[in-house]
Nanobody, 128 residues
Framework: EVQLVESGGGLVQAGGSLRLSCTAS????????IGWFRQAPGEEREGVSC????????HYADSLKGRFTISSDNAKNTVYLQMNSLQPNDTAVYYC?????????????????????WGQGTQVTVSS
């Protein structure tokens, strides 16, 4: 059974940090890129970041560079998203997903056709 399980969300004050985790199982983790998306209430889902650990490449939405850092622990089949200097407009449900094209499609586009598997999401709320 394919699973992607996000964790680490919660409530944080503006300026604070959170680290999200995405643990995968049931598919060849090393053959996929893992992307993070987020969706705020009433908004479309947007791309945040993507990592291709086999190529050692990371990708970010332009607006988030410098605040968010994606990393991977392949031994644990887990991808992390470190989020710093959080602001209220970062409030959203954060999803991880497995990209069979290994982050070839720029995460900035928000395109999702290349993602085969999705997690259930974890809520991040940033208070002002």
């Amino acid at each position: 059974e394919v699973q992607l399980v996000e964790s680490g969300g919660g409530l944080v004050q503006a300026g604070g940090s959170l680290r999200l985790s995405c643990t995968a199982s049931g598919f060849p983790f090393d053959d996929y890129g893992i992307g993070w998306f987020r969706q705020a209430p009433g908004e479309e889902r947007e791309g945040v970041s993507c990592i291709n650990s086999s190529e050692n490449s990371t990708h970010y939405a332009d607006s988030l560079k410098g605040r968010f850092t994606i990393s991977s622990d392949n031994a644990k089949n887990t991808v992390y998203l470190q989020m710093n200097s959080l602001q209220p407009n970062d409030t959203a449900v954060y999803y991880c997903a497995a990209d069979r094209w290994g982050c070839l499609v720029p995460i900035q586009t928000g395109l999702q056709w290349n993602y085969d598997y999705w997690g259930q999401g974890t809520q991040v709320t940033v208070s002002s």
